[in-house]
């Protein structure tokens, strides 16, 4: 049979399914990119919250902040280190401020790290082996790096209780506080500068460089405090915030196992008043020189009680703390001024103990005061004030009774 040509017009072309098909890619890849777009703004938009962080990994990893307290057996270590070598201790006042701080750290290690045994306790039973050089304790140190050290802890350490519980407000402030000022008397004792003394981590004050540590005149002693207080500075007690009482200011030990904010106000406020009356007294039977430094003194612990009882005076109608007059300390008579400073240690424990009952502001501001005031404690008696005492408010200086001292001023 023959076999007849296929006519052209009558083939199928294949050009139309390799179009719909293209267009079906095109539409598909489309579809893809729309659906990639969205997806890619959303998880940008919300790439911050917890479900998207979790999925992508970028969820932030808290780490516990470090515990300052644990630093305390470790800087006991590197003391036991220093004294042991007669280059480190210097000379016998140097001596004497480190054999002082090791007391002090042995009573702060066993009331805030009672778990924590000393490195050196560890190596006493056998590990000393495992003492490398990269261990802080087994670091040899001088005088000035122990101080920086120790006021760092100490700073550490007061700023952690800002935000404690009162108790452990106290135990955490007061350590700190008792730190940072050691820390100033040791170096003082090593005969730094008042420039290397000032350069030591303070509370609210950023530690300065290295260099700028030194200075061009040798000091053994201190000058005007590194820090402003409300019992030590006008200009810091003008500043003073409102405080929270529960009850009116008092200094009557109403109750003596958990007394409240109005009555450690009011401890804080009569004891300043009580140094007022003994300092004015103080610069009536001293010489000239003195005279001004005392009555300036009495005037700002005066204003300063009165400013704190001044808050609560109208508010809740408290009857005035201040009496007619006080008692002098027993050795007035011989040692005006002496006695009149016996009383500024007590004052530091009092504004410690005070702003644990407090809050925010008002408990930084009064934790400031407190170091401040340990600080003008240190340099006028020479004695820092014991913060172990956290199991209540030490005595105050004298009693508010009749006497027939009168105030006069």
């Given at each position: 049979?023959?076999?007849?040509?296929?006519?052209?017009?009558?083939?199928?072309?294949?050009?139309?399914?390799?179009?719909?098909?293209?267009?079906?890619?095109?539409?598909?890849?489309?579809?893809?990119?729309?659906?990639?777009?969205?997806?890619?703004?959303?998880?940008?938009?919300?790439?911050?919250?917890?479900?998207?962080?979790?999925?992508?990994?970028?969820?932030?990893?808290?780490?516990?902040?470090?515990?300052?307290?644990?630093?305390?057996?470790?800087?006991?270590d590197a003391l036991e280190n220093?004294?042991?070598?007669?280059?480190?201790?210097?000379?016998?006042?140097?001596?004497?401020?480190?054999?002082?701080?090791?007391?002090?750290?042995?009573?702060?290690?066993?009331?805030?790290?009672?778990?924590?045994?000393?490195t050196s306790q560890a190596a006493?039973?056998?590990?000393?082996?495992?003492?490398?050089?990269?261990?802080?304790?087994?670091?040899?140190?001088?005088?000035?790096?122990?101080?920086?050290?120790?006021?760092?802890?100490?700073?550490?350490?007061?700023?952690?209780?800002?935000?404690?519980?009162?108790?452990?407000?106290?135990?955490?402030?007061?350590?700190?506080?008792?730190?940072?000022?050691?820390?100033?008397?040791?170096?003082?004792?090593?005969?730094?500068?008042?420039?290397?003394?000032?350069?030591?981590?303070?509370?609210?004050?950023?530690?300065?460089?290295?260099?700028?540590?030194?200075?061009?005149?040798?000091?053994?002693?201190?000058?005007?405090?590194?820090?402003?207080?409300?019992?030590?500075?006008?200009?810091?007690?003008?500043?003073?915030?409102?405080?929270?009482?529960?009850?009116?200011?008092?200094?009557?030990?109403?109750?003596?196992?958990?007394?409240?904010?109005?009555?450690?106000?009011?401890?804080?406020?009569?004891?300043?008043?009580?140094?007022?009356?003994?300092?004015?007294?103080?610069?009536?039977?001293?010489?000239?020189?003195?005279?001004?430094?005392?009555?300036?003194?009495?005037?700002?612990?005066?204003?300063?009680?009165?400013?704190?009882?001044?808050?609560?005076?109208?508010?809740?109608?408290?009857?005035?703390?201040?009496?007619?007059?006080?008692?002098?300390?027993?050795?007035?008579?011989?040692?005006?001024?002496?006695?009149?400073?016996?009383?500024?240690?007590?004052?530091?424990?009092l504004l410690r103990d005070a702003?644990?009952?407090?809050?925010?502001?008002?408990?930084?501001?009064?934790?400031?005061?407190?170091?401040?005031?340990?600080?003008?404690?240190?340099?006028?008696?020479?004695?820092?004030?014991?913060?172990?005492?956290?199991?209540?408010?030490?005595?105050?200086?004298?009693?508010?009774?009749?006497?027939?001292?009168?105030?006069?001023?």
């Amino acid at each position: 049979m023959d076999q007849h040509p296929i006519d052209p017009s009558d083939r199928v072309s294949r050009r139309p399914r390799r179009g719909a098909a293209r267009r079906l890619l095109v539409a598909l890849a489309a579809m893809l990119a729309v659906a990639a777009g969205t997806l890619g703004t959303a998880v940008y938009l919300n790439r911050d919250s917890p479900t998207w962080q979790a999925i992508l990994g970028t969820e932030p990893v808290i780490e516990a902040a470090p515990d300052p307290a644990a630093d305390l057996p470790v800087l006991l270590d590197a003391l036991e280190n220093m004294t042991a070598t007669p280059e480190a201790s210097g000379t016998a006042r140097l001596a004497t401020a480190l054999q002082g701080t090791r007391t002090m750290l042995a009573e702060h290690v066993e009331l805030l790290t009672p778990g924590i045994p000393a490195t050196s306790q560890a190596a006493a039973e056998g590990d000393a082996t495992e003492t490398s050089a990269n261990d802080p304790a087994a670091v040899a140190l001088d005088a000035a790096d122990f101080s920086r050290r120790l006021a760092q802890t100490g700073n550490a350490l007061l700023t952690q209780s800002l935000g404690a519980p009162e108790q452990e407000a106290r135990r955490l402030s007061g350590a700190g506080i008792e730190l940072l000022v050691q820390a100033r008397t040791v170096l003082s004792a090593s005969g730094a500068t008042q420039a290397a003394l000032d350069a030591l981590p303070a509370p609210g004050i950023a530690e300065e460089s290295a260099a700028a540590a030194t200075a061009t005149k040798d000091s053994s002693t201190e000058s005007a405090p590194a820090a402003d207080g409300a019992t030590t500075s006008r200009a810091a007690l003008a500043t003073m915030p409102e405080f929270a009482a529960s009850a009116c200011p008092s200094p009557a030990p109403s109750n003596p196992e958990a007394p409240d904010s109005g009555q450690l106000l009011g401890k804080v406020a009569d004891a300043a008043y009580r140094m007022g009356y003994a300092y004015d007294v103080a610069g009536a039977r001293t010489s000239a020189g003195l005279r001004t430094a005392a009555w300036d003194r009495s005037g700002l612990l005066v204003d300063f009680a009165q400013a704190v009882e001044g808050q609560f005076a109208e508010e809740l109608d408290c009857e005035p703390l201040r009496q007619p007059a006080y008692q002098l300390p027993a050795d007035a008579a011989q040692n005006p001024m002496d006695a009149a400073r016996s009383g500024e240690a007590q004052l530091a424990l009092l504004l410690r103990d005070a702003a644990a009952t407090q809050t925010g502001d008002s408990r930084a501001y009064l934790l400031k005061a407190a170091w401040a005031q340990a600080l003008h404690a240190r340099q006028v008696t020479g004695v820092v004030p014991d913060f172990t005492m956290v199991d209540g408010a030490p005595e105050s200086t004298g009693t508010a009774a009749e006497s027939t001292e009168s105030s006069g001023r």
